[in-house]
């Protein structure tokens, strides 16, 4: 499966006032592996960012002069994404940039649902963690991963991160007791831990308060399905 880990930068947050795409950033991941092919492209949007938006990347219209714009860049971006998967965190932001950038060139490019699926790990994190912040640092706190280096907002830059992100959301272990929970309420991520086959397995039993805990728990089990714990049987 080839999935398209994908971020843009804007010159503000509304498209509806004419804000502009002006980076995008792309990293492909096979079958669950980053391959380190990349697409990576800054654009000219023809405007200045507003203040709160260069606050955020702080790609300044000096820096975009000299930059190709999206209608020069189109082609090679859609045969980057075409087939693939997109992974995109917040993903109605992003896809209302690129479907009014490709409006703007014409019908008939269509929109960008027309060349790829698209995953929304903002919606994902939420069935998750609910009730638990789940913007991309907040997720990298809770997945144990590394954005020290994010000063500022980077398109290639959090696809990168969000890459690691959704691998380790996908991928990694959860708490299955009953108590064992996370921040507000959501379920404790733990991470995934490698046997040394030359130690010897060590056994802990339950004690005899831990028996009775859990048979307090199997009873309000039973109770609550009419019967049907499956343990007990």
């Not at 080839?2 to 990293?27: A, K, L, W």
């Not at 998750?128 to 994010?150: F, V």
């Not at 307090?216 to 089990?221: D, S, T």
């Amino acid at each position: 499966m080839r999935q398209i880990v994908f971020d843009t930068e804007t010159t503000g947050v509304e498209v509806s006032q004419g804000n502009r795409i002006i980076e995008i950033g792309c990293v492909e991941v096979i079958d669950r592996v980053v391959t380190g092919n990349t697409y990576h492209q800054y654009i000219n949007p023809q405007r200045d960012s507003e203040e709160g938006a260069l606050q955020v990347h702080g790609i300044t219209s000096e820096f975009l002069a000299d930059k190709p714009l999206f209608a020069t860049v189109a082609r090679s971006f859609i045969d980057f994404v075409s087939g693939a998967q997109l992974v995109i965190h917040n993903a109605a932001f992003d896809v209302g940039f690129i479907n009014y950038e490709l409006s703007l060139l014409g019908a008939q490019w269509g929109r960008i649902e027309d060349y790829c699926t698209v995953l929304d790990t903002l919606e994902m994190a939420r069935r998750l963690h609910p009730g638990q912040k789940n913007n991309l640092d907040a997720l990298c706190k809770r997945y144990d991963i590394s954005n020290a280096h994010r000063e500022l907002h980077g398109a290639l830059l959090d696809a990168e991160i969000l890459a690691d992100v959704y691998l380790a959301m996908t991928g990694g272990q959860v708490s299955l007791g009953f108590d064992g929970q996370g921040e507000a309420g959501g379920p404790a991520v733990s991470t995934i831990r490698r046997l040394d086959r030359n130690q010897p397995l060590r056994v802990c039993y339950a004690s005899a308060g831990e028996l009775l805990a859990h048979e307090e728990r199997l009873e309000k089990i039973d109770k609550a399905s009419s019967g049907a714990t499956i343990w007990r049987k």
